[in-house]
Each structure stands twice: as C-alpha cells, then as structure tokens.
C-alpha cells in the first residue's frame, strides 16, 4: 500500500505562515489524486484542499480559499500545502490522503473516497 509521511506543521503565531509537506514512500502518488484534511479537537474531520492526478485541478474549503495553496511535484513523490495568513481556527492535526481511483482531472472532498492516510502533522496557531 505505501506510506504517506506528513511533515512542516508546528506553532506559528496569528498572521504566519507554513509549509506541509506529504511524501510517499513504497507507492508513487503520480496515479492518486491527493488531498489534506485536518481535524481540531472535538470536531470532525474536516477537509481543507485537493489536487488532482494531473495537478490540474484543485479545489479549497471555503475556509482556507485564498489564503492555503496545494500543490504537488510527482518527481519527488510530494504533496505540498502552502499556508497563509494563519489563523487560530486552522489549529489541528492535518492529514494528506490519497484516491487512486479518481479520473485524471478529477478530485474529491469527501474522506471516504480515500485509501491511504498519514498519522498527521499538528499545527498550532497562537493568538
């Protein structure tokens, strides 16, 4: 199945800025589309962006429209997220995921549509 290893979270204040960073070991990502999703304590998981196989299409929750970036390098076997202008509400862990069964431009919010998750990088952001 492969592993998806999640790192770049950690604390940053109000304003700031970081870069995740999903790499895949033992499967190449070039046939999944790729997403993050993040979870707070006590709520649900939540999903935050998604690219697809062929880095054509991406698609953002409204919370992070405008301010996260994601975007994916296929020779490295990576998945970046690019955050911005952070807030404390975007404090959670943050998974990658990844669907390979999605067309070639096509993406999916829903968790359920992906197979393959990481353990999650924290980011906290103090205000």
């Known amino acids: 199945q492969g592993e998806l290893v999640e790192s770049g979270g950690g604390l940053v204040q109000a304003g700031g800025s970081l870069r995740l960073s999903c790499t895949a070991f033992?499967?190449?990502?070039?046939?999944?589309?790729m997403g993050w999703f993040r979870q707070a304590p006590g709520k649900e998981r939540e999903f935050v962006a998604a690219?697809?196989?062929?880095?054509?299409?991406?698609n953002y929750a409204d919370s992070v429209k405008g301010r996260f970036t994601i975007s994916r390098d296929n020779a490295k076997n990576t998945v970046y997220l690019e955050m911005n202008s952070l807030e404390p509400e975007d404090t959670a862990v943050y998974y990658c995921?990844?669907?390979?069964?999605?067309?070639?431009?096509?993406?999916?919010?829903?968790?359920?549509?992906?197979?393959?998750w990481g353990h999650g990088t924290q980011v906290t952001v103090a205000s």
């Open positions: 995921a990844a669907d390979s069964t999605s067309w070639l431009s096509t993406i999916n919010r829903r968790a359920s549509a992906y197979e393959r």
């Open positions: 033992g499967r190449t990502i070039s046939s999944a589309a």
């Open positions: 690219i697809s196989r062929s880095g054509s299409v991406t």
